[in-house]
């Protein structure tokens, strides 16, 4: 059974750096797209950044396109995303999720495995 373990939140200020990591298990980390969603209290869960099986190929939502990176190195099973020039808006719970499919992977309901998630909280 797969399974997805985040890491790398906390509390940070405005403009600073962070790098969260995901772990896979049960399965090989390469048989997946993998992506990163966050939801803020009373939002919905949203599209962060998507990257392909071999990861050379990534999507980035608008928002933090320029200041986040996703990576993976699937010899590790992991999949990180590194955020650069974080703001308050950019407080929520982050995901990181595996989807089976070959293509997209903008949507919640392509992803069939989800971590438990990471706070994240960015201060003023």
């Known amino acids: 059974q797969v399974r997805l373990v985040e890491s790398g939140g906390g509390l940070v200020q405005a403009g600073a750096s962070l790098r969260l990591s995901c772990a896979l298990s049960?399965?090989?980390?390469?048989?997946?797209?993998m992506g990163w969603f966050r939801q803020a209290p009373g939002k919905e869960r949203e599209f962060v950044a998507v990257i392909s099986r071999r990861g050379d190929s990534t999507g980035y939502a608008v928002s933090v396109k320029g200041r986040f990176t996703i990576s993976r190195d699937n010899a590790k099973n992991t999949v990180a995303l590194q955020l650069n020039s974080l703001k308050p808006e950019d407080t929520a719970v982050y995901y990181c999720a595996a989807s089976a499919q070959y293509s997209g992977g903008y949507k919640t309901f392509e992803y069939a495995y989800w971590g438990q998630g990471t706070q994240l909280t960015v201060s003023s």
């Open positions: 049960g399965r090989t980390l390469s048989s997946y797209r």
